[in-house]
């Protein structure tokens, strides 16, 4: 008995996958790009102000080893978790940079008073995300 079992044990070994095709190896997607530094005006509005929304201008500082943060990429903004905007193709003028601070405009809700977590995001070309950085926006 012993000595089926190991002839089936080494068959199966010699076996090995048996379809012939070597395995892949996976795609290097690069560096994800490191943001830090979020500062961002105004930091509060009033209830309703702007008919509805305010313009807020962000700046934050950034890392990309492969500086391939540019037309192709994108940035996210979040309201209370709620992505409400995700934009494509608005950091211009940034490819081949490595670091540095970049700019980013959204219009942020005024039509419901109180504190929003305003959470922002890169995507750089390859598609790999940032990390996120956080801070807080006040409807009066």
């Known amino acids: ?4 079992v190991l002839v089936l044990i080494f068959l199966l070994i010699g076996c090995g996958g048996g379809s012939g095709s070597s395995a892949t ?3 290097n997607k690069g560096s994800a790009p490191i943001i830090s ?4 005006s105004p930091a ?10 305010v313009t807020v201008y962000a700046y934050l500082d950034y890392i990309d080893a492969d500086g391939d943060i540019d ?6 903004l979040q309201l209370d ?13 940034m490819s081949g940079k490595t670091s540095g601070t970049m700019s980013l405009v959204s219009a942020i809700p005024t039509l419901t008073r109180g504190t929003l ?3 922002v995001w890169v995507t750089d070309k390859q598609g790999n995300n940032s990390n996120q950085v956080t ?4 409807v009066n």
């Open 44 to 53: 509060t509005a009033s209830y309703l102000q702007g008919g509805g929304a």
């Open 1 to 4: 008995m012993r000595k089926i």
């Open 37 to 40: 530094n979020l500062y961002y």
């Open 71 to 76: 037309t192709g990429s994108s940035y996210g």
């Open 135 to 138: 801070a807080t926006f006040t």
């Open 81 to 93: 978790g709620v992505t409400i905007k995700t934009t494509t193709s608005t950091l211009s003028n």
């Open 117 to 119: 977590t305003y959470t």
């Open 25 to 27: 190896a996976p795609s």
